[in-house]
């Protein structure tokens, strides 16, 4: 009786010891991994406290300039200024009216000062704040500027990524704000639901991808058939497949063609075809692949892009799918990443917004540590670049040709109203070898009759800027 109710005692001890270890094992994990997470939670109002005894860092472009910095007048108040207004809106954000941006994920690095509390308690004595980490980022507002004021007051957005570093060196998305008057402008801002300013397009704009999808359907096309170098097909400026009607932009008929010319003129007839004729599981597992239904691989937030067949799929949905309407979707982000990781070899370099954090005295805090993640195998980015070539040489995309640059690119022109066809949401996604650089560049212009024409011209005076730099 004794022996058993020592047992009892034994086995209770135990089982306090080894919740009081776990208990200790949580709390450490709390403070050490967690910390960091809760502190630079939005919603966690403490770090806003820091505030008080604290100057808010500043944010800076790759290119050495100010985006957003707090400056204080002669009787102490303090003002976030943006010096660049508009441009970068949407990445850098805002710091009233709540936070957004930069400004928000950054918020625990902004306000996080090298000196200690004692100093901090010192300097609150005597009136002196201490100031926080600033935050240098990769976006550059040489290129910024020329993309917005080539994208003009049109609807649309501007990505351009460096392929090798997975660097977003510029971020346009309009409408946009400016984010040194958004108190004034707040509920303006929010009531306009038409163009929904604070939206930001290159990242959360869902778009169907128009042409730009075919590079898709191709890489599809080529990996099914071994002999993908024999595909002909004549073009009559529309088709009809079992009763689904589809027709060439402009009803063009684009007459022989063969793989480089339908994809270089962009021929809908072709690919419908060439769509018919895939593994539609295969084609769905290549979208998967390349990051469709899924979480992009990117430093920052991004919606899902969509991609929609299966075997039950309809011939018209899978004609329509394989020249990018349909039912599927991309953000301009994912369009730049699939087109990043075919100018680098198959390899895409996650996208990111942030370099790194420095001190006041410029001492580095945090930097972005590369990780990537490959799409394609090299000779598949091999393939399609003699393509995205040929597009440029001879196709749709000539203006980009001659230049002190070599450029690869896939206009596209989605339809996106029924009752108005020759309306279109148009887009170019490319890169360019620029020195030792592979410089990516998508754009999508919304609503407009230009047939493509801004989106190509928004990636031509983007690597012209950085040609000659
Ligand atoms: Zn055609």
Redesign the pocket.
């Given at each position: 009786m004794k022996l058993k109710s020592n047992k009892c005692i034994l086995i209770v001890t135990y089982a306090v010891v080894v919740l009081f270890v776990l208990m200790i094992v949580w709390i450490g994990y709390l403070d050490i991994v967690g910390r960091k997470n809760i502190e630079n939670n939005s919603y966690n109002k403490r770090v806003d406290s820091w505030a008080e005894n604290v100057v808010r860092g500043s944010i800076y472009s790759a290119d050495g300039n100010i985006l957003a910095q707090t400056v204080t007048d002669e009787n102490g108040t303090e003002k976030r200024v943006y010096p660049y207004d508009n441009l970068f809106s949407h990445v850098i954000g805002y710091n009233s009216n709540g936070k957004s941006g930069l400004e928000l994920k950054m918020n625990y690095y902004l306000l996080t000062s090298n000196d200690n509390e004692l100093v901090q308690a010192v300097n609150q004595l005597s009136n002196q704040k201490s100031t926080g980490f600033d935050v240098i980022t990769t976006l550059d507002t040489r290129i910024g500027e020329v993309a917005s004021a080539t994208l003009g007051n049109n609807k649309g957005a501007v990505v351009v990524l460096d392929a090798s570093t997975g660097e977003v060196l510029c971020e346009i998305s309009k409408p946009d704000f400016n984010p040194n008057t958004i108190e004034e402008e707040w509920s303006s801002i929010i009531e306009d639901s038409d163009n929904s300013p604070l939206l930001n397009r290159a990242t959360a704009g869902q778009y169907p991808p128009g042409s730009t999808f075919k590079l898709v359907t191709l890489l599809e096309y080529i990996i099914e058939n071994e002999s993908y170098d024999d595909f002909s097909?004549n073009?009559?400026?529309s088709i009809n497949y079992n009763g689904s009607q589809m027709?060439?932009?402009y009803h063009?008929?684009?007459?022989n063609?063969n793989l480089s010319r339908?994809f270089a003129?962009?021929?809908?007839?072709?690919f419908a075809t060439i769509g018919i004729e895939l593994d539609m599981t295969r084609y769905k597992l290549l979208c998967d692949k390349l990051m469709f239904n899924t979480d992009l691989f990117t430093d920052f937030e991004c919606k899902k892009s969509s991609f929609y067949l299966d075997e039950n799929s309809t011939d018209f949905d899978i004609m329509q799918t394989a020249i990018g309407q349909g039912k599927t979707l991309m953000t301009p982000m994912h369009n730049a990443m699939i087109m990043s990781a075919v100018a680098n070899d198959g390899v895409l370099v996650k996208p990111h917004t942030v370099a790194k954090v420095v001190d006041k005295n410029g001492r580095e805090k945090m930097k972005f540590e590369s990780e990537s993640k490959t799409l394609l195998t090299s000779q598949e980015s091999e393939i399609l670049k003699k393509y995205l070539r040929d597009v440029v040489t001879f196709g749709t995309a000539t203006n980009l040709n001659n230049k002190p640059y070599t450029a690869y690119g896939k206009t596209g022109s989605a339809q996106f109203d029924d009752s108005n066809p020759n309306l279109f949401h148009s887009w170019f996604t490319g890169f360019a070898e620029i020195g030792d650089r592979n410089i990516v560049v998508c754009a999508v212009v919304e609503s407009t009759y230009d047939g493509g024409n801004t989106g190509k011209a928004i990636a031509q005076k983007v690597f012209d800027c950085i040609a000659q730099q």
């Open positions: 097909y073009c009559t400026g027709s060439c932009i063009s008929a684009h007459g063609v339908a003129y962009s021929c809908n007839c072709s």
